[in-house]
């Protein structure tokens, strides 16, 4: 399988205090990667490096390497903006803007360039249909985001971040203030999603891991613990920490 | 038991005396300027008072029309909003989003201190300064007019529209930046595309409250707008609503003295319809 993010060596600081330690991880394309680990090992931290998000928060130090599709995303010449829209991101908490949903989805391709009402009036209906939210608010595109349910706006941050057209889905516990049912609509939608992107989840369900990841990441104080398909982690984990963590033994 | 509950009701008693001293105030002030200010318009007739547009209080045949007053008020304000709104707002932008820590400290500090300065030390400014620097750039007889005062009053409603602006700028939750900037926008973009948009209310409020400082404004006006009760032109000499009452009330009586009051009254009128729109935007920037 092609691997379209290879990370070597990589260290992470805020101010004096490390986060990341020699992490490695090579994540396979199309497939879905879970990162699970207490709080604070890291898996946040982590997954907003691969976007560069960290760069916005001060006294943020990084040493190390990681490949996006051969490129190094820390080179001087890399565009930000558009490393960002290839590796998109959905958030812990849903956050529309604070205006129409049709606007919400065409806010990125806007930013992008793209002008032609035809052509928005496209990616907008296609971005939610990908998202599985198109049926519920196709009547409701001129409504504010704000006024759907909190399910509903998490899939349309998705449907949000699918509008770009990226390669890579970074999902920061996206269903975690979410109802069950809400949950199982994203957890449903991200098994179709693998079809055509890459996603890398941040999860502190360990069942959630279990169902939708093919392959899992155990994070334990900043270090990669372990990294391997999911079925042979939660069956068969190599390091004895990360039994004890998914024997919830701790955490 | 009994004792404690007592002494809340006593204490929760005074409180509320105090807020009522201030609403007592205000509808004292109220009540005054109505009752002070009709007789007038009575004597004169609304229409007449409002839209005649000759003002000759001590000629032997006294006109008391106040529509010059009325116009420079409102033409002013307008001029100072769309001079000062501009650089007030980008300025609060700049400072809420962008600015390095120390730039920010330094301006923010400036805009304080020129929210304190007294505004007759504007109009001394102006007067010395400004003025003159109108005369000889615009080759006109006498600087002290309508532009001056437009100059002096956008400069002072700075402070009030960049504070506002930048509260209800950084009341933007950062989770919206994150998301404009997640799908690969850049910073700028996402302030003017997301923040600002989100914090449309509350930077509305923030022009309306420059609104209420410009046409409120007396001493500074009066030191740079030359005073004479002309319809307003950019480069002639005016008199606002302001300076009308404070110009003649040392030496007016009569009748004159009661338009005074009544000129007063539509100034306070002009307030309270800004006030009402300036809590409409809060309220709505709550929301």
Same mark, same amino acid.
């Given at each position: 399988?092609?691997?379209?993010?290879?990370?070597?060596?990589?260290?992470?600081?805020?101010?004096?205090?490390?986060?990341?330690?020699?992490?490695?991880?090579?994540?396979?394309?199309?497939?879905?990667?879970?990162?699970?680990?207490?709080?604070?090992?890291?898996?946040?931290?982590?997954?907003?490096?691969?976007?560069?998000?960290?760069?916005?928060?001060?006294?943020?130090?990084?040493?190390?390497?990681?490949?996006?599709?051969?490129?190094?995303?820390?080179?001087?010449?890399?565009?930000?903006?558009?490393?960002?829209?290839?590796?998109?991101?959905?958030?812990?908490?849903?956050?529309?803007?604070?205006?129409?949903?049709?606007?919400?989805?065409?806010?990125?391709?806007? %930013?992008?360039?793209?002008?032609?009402?035809?052509?928005?009036?496209?990616?907008?209906?296609?971005?939610?249909?990908?998202?599985?939210?198109?049926?519920?608010?196709?009547?409701?595109?001129?409504?504010?985001?704000?006024?759907?349910?909190?399910?509903? /706006?998490?899939?349309?941050?998705?449907?949000?971040?699918?509008?770009?057209?990226?390669?890579?889905?970074?999902?920061?516990?996206?269903?975690?203030?979410?109802?069950?049912?809400? %949950?199982?609509?994203?957890?449903?939608?991200?098994?179709?999603?693998?079809?055509?992107?890459?996603?890398?989840?941040?999860?502190?369900?360990? /069942?959630?891991?279990?169902?939708?990841?093919?392959?899992?990441?155990?994070?334990?104080?900043?270090?990669?613990?372990?990294?391997?398909?999911?079925?042979?982690?939660?069956?068969?984990?190599?390091?004895?920490?990360?039994?004890?963590?998914?024997?919830?033994?701790?955490? | 038991?009994?004792?404690?509950?007592?002494?809340?009701?006593?204490?929760?008693?005074?409180?509320?005396?105090?807020?009522?001293?201030?609403?007592?105030?205000?509808?004292?002030?109220?009540?005054?300027?109505?009752?002070?200010?009709?007789?007038?318009?009575?004597?004169?007739?609304?229409?007449?008072?409002?839209?005649?547009?000759?003002?000759?209080?001590?000629?032997?045949?006294?006109?008391?029309?106040?529509?010059?007053?009325?116009?420079?008020?409102?033409?002013?304000?307008?001029?100072?909003?769309?001079?000062?709104?501009?650089?007030?707002?980008?300025?609060?932008?700049?400072?809420?989003?962008?600015?390095?820590?120390?730039?920010?400290?330094?301006?923010?500090?400036?805009?304080?201190?020129?929210?304190?300065?007294?505004?007759?030390?504007?109009?001394?400014?102006?007067?010395?300064?400004?003025?003159?620097?109108?005369?000889?750039?615009?080759?006109?007889?006498?600087?002290?007019?309508?532009?001056?005062?437009?100059?002096?009053?956008?400069?002072?409603?700075?402070?009030?529209?960049?504070?506002?602006?930048?509260?209800?700028?950084?009341?933007?939750?950062?989770?919206?930046?994150?998301?404009?900037?997640?799908?690969?926008?850049?910073?700028?973009?996402?302030?003017?595309?997301?923040?600002?948009?989100?914090?449309?209310?509350?930077?509305?409020?923030?022009?309306?409250?420059?609104?209420?400082?410009?046409?409120?404004?007396?001493?500074?006006?009066?030191?740079?707008?030359?005073?004479?009760?002309?319809?307003?032109?950019?480069?002639?000499?005016?008199?606002?609503?302001?300076?009308?009452?404070?110009?003649?009330?040392?030496?007016?009586?009569?009748?004159?003295?009661?338009?005074?009051?009544?000129?007063?009254?539509?100034?306070?009128?002009?307030?309270?319809?800004?006030?009402?729109?300036?809590?409409?935007?809060?309220?709505?920037?709550?929301?």
């Amino acid at each position: 399988m092609n691997e379209i993010i290879k990370v070597t060596d990589l260290n992470l600081w805020y101010g004096a205090a490390q986060a990341l330690r020699h992490v490695n991880l090579n994540i396979p394309e199309k497939t879905i990667t879970a990162l699970i680990g207490p709080s604070g090992c890291g898996k946040s931290t982590f997954l907003k490096t691969l976007n560069r998000m960290n760069d916005l928060i001060p006294n943020v130090r990084i040493s190390g390497e990681i490949l996006y599709k051969g490129q190094d995303i820390f080179a001087r010449d890399v565009d930000v903006n558009l490393l960002r829209k290839e590796i998109g991101m959905v958030f812990q908490k849903p956050n529309p803007f604070p205006m129409s949903v049709y606007d919400n989805i065409a806010y990125g391709p806007r %930013t992008h360039g793209i002008k032609s009402r035809a052509r928005l009036d496209d990616i907008v209906e296609q971005s939610l249909k990908d998202a599985a939210i198109w049926d519920e608010i196709k009547n409701r595109l001129k409504k504010n985001a704000l006024g759907l349910s909190g399910g509903q /706006q998490q899939r349309l941050c998705i449907a949000r971040a699918l509008a770009v057209e990226p390669q890579v889905l970074l999902m920061d516990e996206p269903t975690s203030a979410l109802d069950p049912i809400s %949950t199982s609509k994203i957890e449903e939608l991200c098994m179709q999603l693998k079809e055509k992107y890459t996603i890398i989840t941040v999860t502190h369900n360990m /069942q959630q891991a279990v169902r939708i990841s093919d392959k899992t990441a155990f994070f334990l104080l900043g270090e990669l613990v372990e990294f391997g398909d999911t079925e042979k982690i939660f069956s068969n984990p190599a390091d004895k920490r990360t039994e004890d963590y998914i024997t919830g033994r701790f955490g | 038991m009994k004792k404690q509950r007592a002494f809340e009701d006593f204490v929760h008693g005074i409180f509320l005396f105090l807020g009522l001293v201030t609403v007592g105030f205000v509808l004292l002030i109220t009540v005054y300027l109505v009752i002070a200010g009709i007789p007038a318009i009575r004597e004169i007739g609304i229409l007449n008072f409002l839209f005649n547009i000759k003002w000759a209080s001590t000629a032997s045949e006294p006109s008391y029309g106040i529509l010059p007053f009325i116009l420079t008020s409102v033409y002013g304000t307008a001029g100072a909003i769309i001079l000062g709104v501009p650089v007030g707002f980008l300025t609060s932008v700049y400072l809420a989003k962008l600015a390095p820590e120390k730039i920010r400290t330094v301006v923010s500090g400036a805009v304080s201190l020129l929210a304190g300065i007294p505004s007759v030390v504007y109009g001394l400014v102006g007067m010395m300064v400004l003025v003159p620097g109108i005369r000889r750039l615009f080759h006109i007889p006498d600087g002290a007019s309508l532009f001056a005062a437009i100059i002096v009053l956008a400069i002072m409603i700075l402070p009030s529209i960049i504070n506002v602006s930048i509260t209800a700028l950084e009341a933007v939750p950062r989770e919206y930046e994150d998301a404009s900037l997640a799908l690969g926008a850049t910073p700028v973009e996402t302030y003017f595309r997301v923040s600002v948009p989100a914090a449309k209310s509350g930077i509305a409020a923030a022009v309306v409250l420059g609104v209420g400082r410009a046409i409120g404004e007396a001493m500074a006006v009066m030191m740079v707008s030359g005073n004479a009760p002309n319809m307003p032109e950019l480069f002639g000499s005016v008199r606002f609503l302001t300076t009308a009452v404070a110009s003649e009330m040392s030496y007016s009586s009569g009748l004159q003295r009661q338009a005074l009051f009544s000129i007063a009254l539509v100034l306070f009128l002009f307030i309270m319809l800004i006030n009402a729109a300036l809590n409409f935007f809060l309220k709505r920037s709550k929301e």
